[in-house]
T-cell receptor
Framework: SAVISQKPSRDICQRGTSLTIQCQVDSQVTMMFWYRQQPGQSLTLIAT?????????ESGFVIDKFPISRPNLTFSTLTVSNMSPEDSSIYLCSVVMGRVNTEAFFGQGTRLTVV | GDSVTQMEGPVTLSEEAFLTINCTYTATGYPSLFWYVQYPGEGLQLLLKATKADDKGSNKGFEATYRKETTSFHLEKGSVQVSDSAVYFCALRGGSYIPTFGRGTSLIVHP
């Protein structure tokens, strides 16, 4: 299993600024993901955070807007850059272990409001 | 690619009512299937899972059976409680290893 600490838990930010969200895992994991959860609750995968290399972004998400770092197997950050009110959402960090029959683990989420 | 379809919410029930949340999937091969629950202000947590056809996952009174012939994994509970109010996500992990989630179904249970 894995325990994930994600912070901040919430923030209110001015438009045009940036926010960095941190995700710390209590064990080494291969696969780490960042999701966005819009009001209405569906999860959208932003990117896969790759250790030691550039993240793999899903369609509609770009590195300039959502730069991701993953310096080691237990830590990652997601930055939401040049924020607008449309970026108001919940951002979730998630990890999975290697085997396909194991579940995903989630951080408690970061609730971001852009004003 | 893989996909998960679950019924739209919200589902509104009275306490002690029977719950069914439908979930169907599309995937190649033999994926593992999961139900996650998200309580207000929290991240998702695993509710139950099944890793092969005809397996039944169960936890906290909830059950779901992996039906390969109908590609379904419906969530059921015989008697819901107010504390079950949450958002429920059906998901799968197949050959790509990246989980695929349904859109979530909100459950509201009234006393």
């Amino acid at each position: 299993s894995a325990v994930i600490s994600q912070k901040p838990s919430r923030d209110i930010c001015q438009r045009g600024t940036s926010l960095t969200i941190q995700c710390q895992v209590d064990s080494q994991v291969t696969m780490m993901f960042w999701y966005r959860q819009q009001p209405g609750q569906s999860l959208t995968l932003i990117a896969t955070a790759n250790q030691g290399s550039e993240a793999t972004y899903e369609s509609g998400f770009v590195i300039d807007k959502f730069p991701i770092s993953r310096p080691n197997l237990t830590f990652s950050t997601l930055t939401v850059s040049n924020m607008s009110p449309e970026d108001s959402s919940i951002y979730l960090c998630s990890v999975v272990m290697g085997r396909v029959n194991t579940e995903a683990f989630f951080g408690q989420g970061t609730r971001l409001t852009v004003v | 690619g893989d996909s998960v379809t679950q019924m739209e919410g919200p589902v509104t029930l009275s306490e002690e009512a029977f719950l069914t949340i439908n979930c169907t999937y599309t995937a190649t091969g033999y994926p593992s299937l999961f139900w996650y629950v998200q309580y207000p202000g929290e991240g998702l947590q695993l509710l139950l899972k099944a890793t092969k056809a005809d397996d039944k996952g169960s936890n906290k009174g909830f059950e779901a059976t992996y039906r390969k012939e109908t590609t379904s994994f419906h969530l059921e509970k015989g008697s819901v409680q107010v504390s079950d109010s949450a958002v429920y996500f059906c998901a799968l992990r197949g050959g790509s290893y990246i989980p695929t989630f349904g859109r979530g179904t909100s459950l509201i249970v009234h006393p």
